[in-house]
């Protein structure tokens, strides 16, 4: 049984304050002078990407999943542009520095939809590390007849979190992939990568579309899409095959179990 994954696709940081249940899945900020709090071992952050310049005008698009990345993509580029010993300090410098002004960066107030209460609960599940709570009850959107909600609060005690954009939180569904949508049941999900910057699970492990298929991988190709490479090997754009008739859609199964960190995503309507 294959399971899919529900990533926050938001601002790189985003301020929540810490009472009230949410709608939406998305990103939440730490207070200034505290530290961010660990992920969980279920959650993967997204690479988060940067340009790093090589002089005379030329530059390079890196994308970095760890701070801990840094100094083997630095050691990277200098290898292969052939760069001196001084060049290659400077370029691992510079990826520091711009990786440590990220972390800085002063996030957005949410303003977005919020509820008092919630009714017709059907669980709640804390992520103790990151000090959230995901929650499945009835949905806000229309007159009742949407069905379940996901929602996301703080913990109690808990005052703001910062994760980053693109961390898989919970996740999606059970199912498979199949060469039509379902129509009916209104949660399939699509198959299609449109930019080497879209994040993508592999093997467990969150990664571009860019680095999963960069040179030296062992993963050349996408099922379902064609990949243009640069003078250099790495992917310049990748888009869906146009009447592809192999499996695009993952549809989840109609029997989902019990509700768990490993399927509520399905829920995530408002």
């Known amino acids: 049984m294959l399971r899919c994954w529900l990533l926050l696709r938001c601002a790189p940081a985003l301020f929540v304050p810490g009472a009230g249940a949410f709608g939406t ?20 952050a997204a690479p988060r990407q940067f340009e790093v310049p090589l002089g005379a005008g030329a530059s390079e698009r890196v994308s970095i999943a760890s701070f801990g ?11 292969r542009h052939g760069l001196c010993s001084d060049d290659a ?7 520091y520095g711009e990786w440590l002004d990220g972390e800085e960066t002063e996030a957005l107030v949410y303003a977005g939809p919020t509820a008092a209460d919630l009714s017709g609960r059907r669980c709640s599940i804390e992520l103790p590390e990151v000090g959230l709570v995901l929650e ?13 909600g996901l929602f996301v609060r703080t913990m109690e ?36 990568l449109r930019a080497p910057s ?35 090997g790495a992917v310049a754009s990748i888009a869906p095959i146009a009447g592809w008739r ?18 509520v995503g399905q829920f995530c309507n408002d």
């Open 136 to 148: 499945v009850a009835d949905s806000l959107l229309g007159d009742g007849s949407a069905g379940c």
């Open 25 to 44: 899945a998305r990103p939440w900020a730490a207070r200034p002078w505290a530290p961010s709090a660990p992920l969980p071992a279920m959650c993967a």
């Open 198 to 232: 879209t994040s993508v699970f592999f093997e467990r492990q969150l990664w571009t579309v860019g680095d999963l298929l960069a040179p030296g991988s062992d993963v050349r190709g996408i099922a379902g899409h064609s990949v243009v490479r640069d003078s250099d």
């Open 89 to 95: 300090e400077s370029v691992e410098a510079y990826l």
């Open 246 to 263: 192999g499996a695009r859609y993952f549809v989840p199964s109609a029997e989902q179990g019990e509700l768990s960190i490993m399927n």
């Open 69 to 79: 990345d840094i100094a083997l993509k630095a050691a990277d580029i200098a290898r």
């Open 157 to 192: 005690g808990v005052r703001d979190v910062r994760l980053a954009a693109g961390t898989a939180v919970c996740g999606y569904a059970a199912g498979s992939y199949e060469r039509e949508a379902d129509s009916a049941g209104g949660k399939t999900v699509g198959f299609a």
